[in-house]
């Protein structure tokens, strides 16, 4: 049972190019979450969904996009990289009201 | 909005001194409380749920407690294994976002 699986694990973009972030989960979780997390802070919430189709923004969304079009993937799109983007990502998912497994992150530097 | 709240920032044990990590939060109709560990490097990984005041959970040296305005985990005889960045969480209201804390930063001495 792989859990949360995110690639890449690594990546350096320069500023103004684009990727995707991949997420993918084996648990049939409907609930599926981005975060990013910046050296000693917290996880901030970029976007989430509650089931294939339904996406919606959490606290930093500017800079990001997401989709949902199966319950096992949840792909985030970084569109002209800023190095304010410089961070590690991570995807998780839950069942409903239970606790969240995350991924082991991926670590984007924008240069 | 929510506000999840976490005390200290960090926290030095010597091996076998017990002591609580506090997670206060301001948010309409809680749904869930949560802790989680996370290891240098590595994805945070899920502890404890708490759902309504008054519940507790138990695991190994770990002990999570919840009150209508804070939960409080407590580590008891802490190991330098203990040693980690302890993150609470919340869901609340109608939505299903989960929201974090700062975290507190555990180092146990031997």
């Known amino acids: 049972n792989a859990g949360v699986t995110q690639t890449p694990k690594f990546r350096i973009l320069k500023i103004g190019q684009s990727m995707t972030l991949q997420c993918t989960q084996d648990m049939n979780h409907n609930y599926m979450y981005w975060y990013r997390q910046d050296p000693g802070m917290g996880l901030k919430l970029i976007y989430y969904?509650?089931?294939?189709?339904?996406?919606d923004k959490g606290e930093v969304p500017n800079g990001y996009n997401v989709s949902r079009s199966t319950t096992e993937d949840f792909p985030l799109r970084l569109e002209l990289a800023a190095p304010s983007q410089t961070s590690v990502y991570f995807c998780?998912?839950?069942?409903?009201?239970?606790?969240?497994?995350f991924g082991q992150g991926t670590r984007l530097t924008v240069v | 909005e929510d506000q999840v709240t976490q005390s200290p920032e960090a926290l030095r044990l010597q091996e076998g001194e017990s002591s609580s990590l506090n997670c206060s939060y301001t948010v309409s109709g809680l749904r869930g409380l949560f802790w989680y560990r996370q290891d240098p490097g590595k994805g945070p990984e899920f502890l404890f749920t708490l759902y309504s005041a008054g519940e507790e959970k138990e695991k190994e040296r770990l002990k999570a407690t919840l009150t209508k305005k804070e939960s409080f985990l407590h580590i008891t005889a802490p190991k330098p294994e203990d040693s980690a960045t302890y993150l609470c969480a919340v869901q609340a209201g109608n939505d299903y976002k989960l929201s974090f804390g700062a975290g507190t930063t555990v180092t146990v001495r031997a």
């Open positions: 969904s509650v089931g294939a189709g339904i996406t």
């Open positions: 998780a998912s839950s069942r409903r009201n239970s606790g969240a497994f």
